[in-house]
Protein backbone atom coordinates (compact mmCIF):
# COMPACT_ATOMS: atom_id res chain seq x y z
CA UNK A 1 0.00 0.00 0.00
CA UNK A 2 1.14 3.62 -0.67
CA UNK A 3 1.91 5.79 2.37
CA UNK A 4 2.73 9.19 2.89
CA UNK A 5 5.14 10.28 5.64
CA UNK A 6 6.12 13.98 6.37
CA UNK A 7 8.33 14.79 8.77
CA UNK A 8 10.63 18.22 9.50
CA UNK A 9 7.88 20.44 11.47
CA UNK A 10 8.42 22.26 14.61
CA UNK A 11 8.22 25.53 16.11
CA UNK A 12 10.48 28.42 14.74
CA UNK A 13 11.09 31.54 15.25
CA UNK A 14 10.33 34.90 12.87
CA UNK A 15 12.89 34.61 10.01
CA UNK A 16 14.32 31.26 10.73
CA UNK A 17 14.59 27.99 8.21
CA UNK A 18 12.73 24.59 8.00
CA UNK A 19 13.24 21.85 5.76
CA UNK A 20 10.19 19.18 5.42
CA UNK A 21 10.43 16.06 3.92
CA UNK A 22 7.84 13.49 2.68
CA UNK A 23 9.12 10.20 1.94
CA UNK A 24 7.00 8.18 -0.20
CA UNK A 25 6.74 4.07 0.09
CA UNK A 26 4.91 1.85 -2.24
CA UNK A 27 3.96 2.80 -5.85
CA UNK A 28 1.06 3.28 -8.30
CA UNK A 29 3.01 3.28 -11.02
CA UNK A 30 4.30 6.96 -12.02
CA UNK A 31 4.34 9.67 -10.05
CA UNK A 32 3.22 12.75 -12.19
CA UNK A 33 3.65 15.43 -9.37
CA UNK A 34 4.57 15.89 -5.94
CA UNK A 35 3.27 19.01 -4.19
CA UNK A 36 2.90 20.56 -0.62
CA UNK A 37 -0.38 22.05 1.17
CA UNK A 38 -0.91 23.54 4.36
CA UNK A 39 -4.28 24.06 6.25
CA UNK A 40 -5.25 25.82 9.23
CA UNK A 41 -7.92 24.59 11.80
CA UNK A 42 -11.18 25.86 10.14
CA UNK A 43 -9.74 26.62 6.80
CA UNK A 44 -9.45 25.14 3.31
CA UNK A 45 -6.17 23.61 2.22
CA UNK A 46 -3.96 25.73 0.80
CA UNK A 47 -1.66 24.90 -2.01
CA UNK A 48 2.05 25.95 -1.55
CA UNK A 49 4.07 24.32 -4.11
CA UNK A 50 3.98 21.56 -6.92
CA UNK A 51 7.40 19.66 -8.70
CA UNK A 52 6.79 17.96 -11.91
CA UNK A 53 8.50 17.31 -14.81
CA UNK A 54 7.40 20.86 -15.84
CA UNK A 55 9.40 22.06 -12.89
CA UNK A 56 8.77 24.21 -9.57
CA UNK A 57 6.10 25.98 -9.12
CA UNK A 58 5.10 28.20 -6.21
CA UNK A 59 1.74 30.30 -4.62
CA UNK A 60 2.82 33.82 -4.56
CA UNK A 61 2.42 34.03 -0.58
CA UNK A 62 5.78 31.64 -0.57
CA UNK A 63 7.65 32.64 -3.71
CA UNK A 64 10.89 33.30 -3.29
CA UNK A 65 11.11 32.50 0.44
CA UNK A 66 10.48 28.32 -0.29
CA UNK A 67 12.07 25.81 -2.67
CA UNK A 68 10.57 22.36 -3.90
CA UNK A 69 12.63 19.67 -4.60
CA UNK A 70 12.54 15.77 -4.92
CA UNK A 71 15.15 12.99 -5.87
CA UNK A 72 15.94 11.06 -8.31
CA UNK A 73 13.82 8.14 -7.41
CA UNK A 74 10.89 10.38 -6.82
CA UNK A 75 10.11 8.32 -3.84
CA UNK A 76 11.09 11.71 -1.38
CA UNK A 77 10.06 15.50 -1.34
CA UNK A 78 11.42 18.00 0.15
CA UNK A 79 10.18 21.93 1.21
CA UNK A 80 13.04 24.48 2.32
CA UNK A 81 11.13 27.15 3.70
CA UNK A 82 13.42 30.16 4.57
CA UNK A 83 12.32 33.36 6.11
CA UNK A 84 9.29 32.09 8.29
CA UNK A 85 6.46 34.96 8.87
CA UNK A 86 3.78 34.65 11.17
CA UNK A 87 1.10 33.58 8.32
CA UNK A 88 2.98 30.77 7.73
CA UNK A 89 2.36 28.48 10.55
CA UNK A 90 0.12 25.47 9.76
CA UNK A 91 -0.26 21.80 9.51
CA UNK A 92 1.67 20.79 6.09
CA UNK A 93 0.76 17.85 3.54
CA UNK A 94 2.59 15.86 1.35
CA UNK A 95 0.73 14.84 -1.90
CA UNK A 96 1.20 12.97 -4.84
CA UNK A 97 -0.16 12.52 -8.26
CA UNK A 98 -0.23 9.73 -10.45
CA UNK A 99 0.00 9.04 -13.72
CA UNK A 100 -3.28 7.07 -14.84
CA UNK A 101 -4.69 6.80 -11.14
CA UNK A 102 -7.73 8.33 -10.22
CA UNK A 103 -6.88 9.15 -6.32
CA UNK A 104 -4.49 11.39 -5.36
CA UNK A 105 -2.15 10.16 -2.07
CA UNK A 106 -2.00 12.62 1.25
CA UNK A 107 0.36 12.58 3.98
CA UNK A 108 -0.72 12.95 7.65
CA UNK A 109 1.21 16.13 7.97
CA UNK A 110 3.81 18.10 9.78
CA UNK A 111 3.00 20.92 12.11
CA UNK A 112 5.05 24.00 11.40
CA UNK A 113 4.73 26.37 14.67
CA UNK A 114 6.42 30.40 14.31
CA UNK A 115 6.68 32.23 17.71
CA UNK A 116 8.94 34.73 18.94
Known amino acids: QVQLAESGGGLVQPGGSLRLSCAVS????????MGWYRQVAGKEREWVATISNAGPTYADSVKGRFAISRDKSYRTSYLKMNSLKAEDPAVYYC???????????WGQGTEVIVCS
Open 95 to 105: HVKWFGWQDDD
Open 26 to 33: GSRFSIAA
